[in-house]
């Protein structure tokens, strides 16, 4: 699932290709928006919040998209080829005299009046990447529940929108904070919040998620995507388990040694840890 700077990314570019423009084109591929045509709307802007993009016009209505796992948002000039997916995949145009904006793929698509954005977004915690961001409150919502897994907490976003499994594993190591930890027994919490914050803000401006700062193929992040390969740190083997409520389980890496268990973790865990996890030769 992309990330909130993923969608911050993508606001920017569609807010400067439709800012204050009026649609030429504004159709559904979707049954039950099928009928609506925002052809003449003017956009205002286009803002995001957490991992919703929320395409605001002039006449007091919002158009809210989401990505979940495969969405995207491509910008074209007119008359170039469409080339993110099959037209079968294509749910919504946006169109200027300048633009064409084509949603590939999205996913809670839904158009309301702008006063009631709160009914489709109001449940987000605050907005990691947000102008209004809260520290406090998050940690605040985050506490509330001190008997939840801190990797499944700090996705939850309803306590904070916009962090993905990505920045979730990656500040998790960083901090040192096995995943599967009571978010109780973190004692860095804050530090973890704003380690999170500060990796996703570094990524903002390029599409390129790195967490190490090395650009290396292979080398752009500490545990992700990374099982069965040498802790960067340490040479201990990288784990993959998988974590969260059933049906809806994402995959977590971590390593057993930089993040050791340092409180005691639910047995029925799905980690797949081994009882002696054993190092092994880092090759530079």
């Known amino acids: 699932m992309p990330e909130g700077d993923t969608v911050w990314l993508a606001a920017q570019r569609m807010n400067t290709a439709l800012a204050g423009a009026t649609l030429r084109r504004g159709e559904f591929r979707l049954p039950?928006?099928?009928?609506?045509?925002?052809?003449?709307?003017?956009?205002?802007?286009?803002?995001?919040?957490?991992?919703?993009?929320?395409?605001?016009?002039?006449?007091?209505?919002?158009?809210?998209?989401?990505?979940?796992?495969?969405?995207?948002?491509?910008?074209?000039?007119?008359?170039?080829?469409?080339?993110?997916?099959?037209?079968?995949?294509?749910?919504?145009?946006?169109a200027t005299d300048e633009w064409e904006c084509v949603g590939y793929r999205l996913h809670d698509v839904d158009i309301v009046p702008t006063c009631d954005e709160g009914s489709l977004v109001g449940h987000l915690g605050p907005d990691v990447l947000g102008p209004d961001w809260d520290l406090d409150e998050a940690l605040r919502r985050l506490r509330a529940n001190p008997d939840e897994q801190i990797g499944v907490a700090i996705l939850d976003q309803r306590n904070?929108?916009?962090?993905?499994?990505?920045?979730?594993?990656?500040?998790?190591?960083?901090?040192?904070?096995?995943?599967?930890?009571r978010v109780g027994d973190v004692d860095n919490l804050q530090i973890l919040v704003e380690r999170a914050r500060a990796l996703m803000r570094a990524n903002l401006h390029h599409p390129e998620q790195n967490t190490t700062g090395d650009p290396r193929r292979g080398r752009e992040h500490w545990v992700f995507g990374r099982r069965g390969k040498a802790c960067f740190r340490c040479g201990t083997t990288v784990l993959l388990g998988e974590q969260g409520p059933?049906?809806?389980?994402?995959?977590?890496?971590w390593c057993p040694r930089c993040q050791a268990a340092r409180s005691p973790i639910d047995p029925q865990a799905r980690t797949g840890e081994p009882d002696h996890p054993q190092p092994v030769t880092l090759y530079r």
């Open 160 to 181: 904070l929108a916009g962090i993905g499994n990505l920045y979730k594993v990656e500040s998790l190591f960083l901090c040192g904070i096995h995943p599967w930890a």
């Open 32 to 94: 039950q928006l099928a009928a609506l045509d925002l052809t003449g709307a003017t956009v205002r802007e286009v803002v995001p919040r957490g991992k919703h993009l929320l395409i605001r016009l002039a006449d007091e209505r919002t158009l809210r998209t989401h990505f979940r796992m495969d969405g995207s948002w491509h910008i074209y000039r007119p008359g170039a080829t469409w080339r993110g997916g099959p037209a079968y995949d294509v749910r919504v145009v946006l």
């Open 246 to 253: 059933t049906t809806q389980e994402r995959v977590t890496w």
